[in-house]
């Protein structure tokens, strides 16, 4: 039984589109996030959903919509795709949003290249 | 600033032997979590070990055990008995206050491990 899942896994597209990624996880987890990993595969944090609500919105451009439809599942829309959006973009959750020692499980991610 | 730093980008070893991999840390808040995860080529992120702050003992899981030095700021992975499955890029990461609402991760730019026989 996959823990955190995202689709899709690849992602390819011309700038200007809108694409959306989803995620589930089965966890029974009550917190969510999107994390992007560059070219230089340096990881940082953009979103988080505690139970569906907005909890850390990092400087990410607002081209960037995430949306949580319930506590399972976190979806991120990003409009008018450019360049420098290509990227792997992970999900994760972690049970609670406050404990410093709480794990957070990523799944698999997906690796958007944009043309 | 809060930051996490892995100096080494490169780490070569042989099959069986241990390998350290160095992370140190700044933050001045009295309560964080470490954690180190492994990122193999196929791309996910596997969670290894993680230490909270007040911990007084040293995490260990299986043949990853976690050396904390808090007056040095430091959350050194050691790999015993190295495999050649083990070769990746392993990352080190803090849960830290991003908001008054909720935690993140905020990550060091790894180390990758090549493991050979």
């Known amino acids: 039984d996959t823990a955190v899942s995202q689709t899709p896994k690849y992602l390819v597209t011309q700038m200007g589109n809108d694409k959306s990624i989803k995620c589930e996880q089965n966890l029974g987890h009550d917190t969510m996030y999107w994390y992007k990993q560059d070219s230089k595969k340096f990881l940082k944090i953009m979103f988080s959903y505690n139970n569906k609500e907005l909890i850390i919105n990092e400087t990410v451009p607002n081209r960037f919509s995430p949306k949580s439809p319930d506590k399972a599942h976190l979806n991120l829309h990003i409009n008018s795709l450019e360049l420098g959006d290509s990227a792997v973009y992970f999900c994760?959750?972690?049970?609670?949003?406050?404990?410093?020692?709480?794990?957070?499980?990523f799944g698999p991610g997906t690796r958007l290249t944009v043309l | 600033a809060q930051k996490i730093t892995q100096t080494q980008p490169g780490m070569f070893v042989q099959e069986k032997e241990a390998v350290t991999l160095d992370c140190t840390y700044d933050t001045s808040d009295p309560s964080y979590g470490l954690f180190w995860y492994k990122q193999p080529s196929s791309g996910e992120m596997i969670f290894l070990i993680y230490q909270g702050s007040y911990d007084q003992q040293n995490a260990t899981e299986g043949r990853y055990s976690l050396n904390f030095q808090k007056a040095r700021k430091s959350a050194n992975l050691v790999i015993s008995a190295s495999q050649l499955g083990d070769s990746a890029m392993y990352f080190c990461a803090m849960r830290v206050l991003a908001n008054q609402a909720g935690t993140a991760l905020i990550f060091g730019k790894g180390t990758t491990l090549s493991v050979s026989s």
């Open positions: 994760a959750s972690s049970q609670v949003t406050g404990a410093f020692t709480d794990t957070q499980y």
